[in-house]
């Protein structure tokens, strides 16, 4: 029986592993953005869509700091045609959260001068100076986030990312998705004393949020292969413009979801919304779904398979089924 837990306990820290060293793969590279804000009290109310948006790049890199841990990455980020002006620098530590399974935890440092470490993934004699003095943790803002199929979801949890930018007290709430197609980000800033939404700002890359939407598609399997018998199985976060999401069944089939839109696949022009399902590498759906253009909802119902997916509503990103 020992033996046995000894096992099944290196079996799970090596899959907590590749789940971080998978975050590490996915999410360096460079991103551009387009950022707007969806609502403000301090700017006055604003509507969706708001006319004027921000373009934001952010560089995220792996660096060495032994000391920090083995999975380290430098995130610099910055308006697009303002590079030597950062408004954010970040190290980000990655680890194995433990709880829930996959999940990875990101803890946060800030700098204690930031400008004097800008660009740091490029200075590596400057990077061997580092030292702990320099560093500023914030442990109420760390990032808990849980891998998905083939997307890293989540962000801050709790009330314990304080906002100092303003004269009340506030606390930041922070959430992304990250995958080889989408890099999507929400900032809301939230009132302490009653909950009430202060700013919400919110990033996309690839495609303009005013343009297409972006989806949460839930996927549950069933092993009988009864719809009675049907468990949850992954969410996946797509948008209306070829959007992709990829999982695993629990029976190992690799399957993709596709969500088209405006971006209608096939030669006639069509006023639709189409949902494909089709075998990882393979051309050729096996299953579709359809709805009207700008439909809340579409769904794909297969007995041992549903696809249920739902917009995300701009000012609240809960959705709407």
Known sequence: MAALLGVLVAAAAAADGADVEALQRLWSGVRDSSEQVVMSVDRGAT??????????????????????????????????????DP?????????PAGTPAHAVRVRLFTFARP??????????PL?????????????????????AGDQFQGG????????????????????????????????????QSDGELQEELIGFNRFEPNEARLYACRVAWSASGAARDLRPLVTLDVYEEGGR????????????????????????????????????G????????????????????????????????PDSNELTQ
């Open 47 to 84: 509507l969706w869509p708001q006319t004027s948006e921000q373009r934001v790049r952010t560089i995220v890199a792996p660096v060495s700091v032994a000391w920090l841990g083995a999975h380290v990455l430098y995130l610099e980020e910055f308006l697009e045609d303002d590079p030597e």
């Open 87 to 95: 408004r954010r620098q970040l190290l980000l530590a990655l680890e």
């Open 115 to 124: 400008r004097h470490w800008m660009h740091l993934n490029y200075r590596p």
């Open 127 to 147: 990077l061997a100076r580092l030292a702990w003095r320099d560093l500023v943790a914030s442990p109420g803002c760390d990032l808990t986030v849980t891998r």
């Open 156 to 191: 801050t949890l709790g009330r314990n990312c304080l906002d100092g930018s303003s004269g009340d007290s506030r606390y930041l709430d922070y959430q992304l998705v990250i995958s080889q197609e989408l890099y999507w980000y929400r900032r809301r800033t939230v009132r």
């Open 245 to 280: 999401g990829r999982f695993v069944t629990p029976d190992g089939r690799a399957l993709e979801l596709t969500l088209h839109g405006r971006d209608w696949p096939f030669a006639l022009d069509r006023d639709a919304l189409i949902l494909l399902l089709q075998e990882q």
């Open 282 to 313: 393979h051309d050729t759906p096996f299953a579709t779904a359809w709805a009207q253009m700008g439909a809340q909802q579409i769904a794909l119902a297969l007995g041992w398979l549903e696809v249920r997916c739902g917009s995300m509503v």
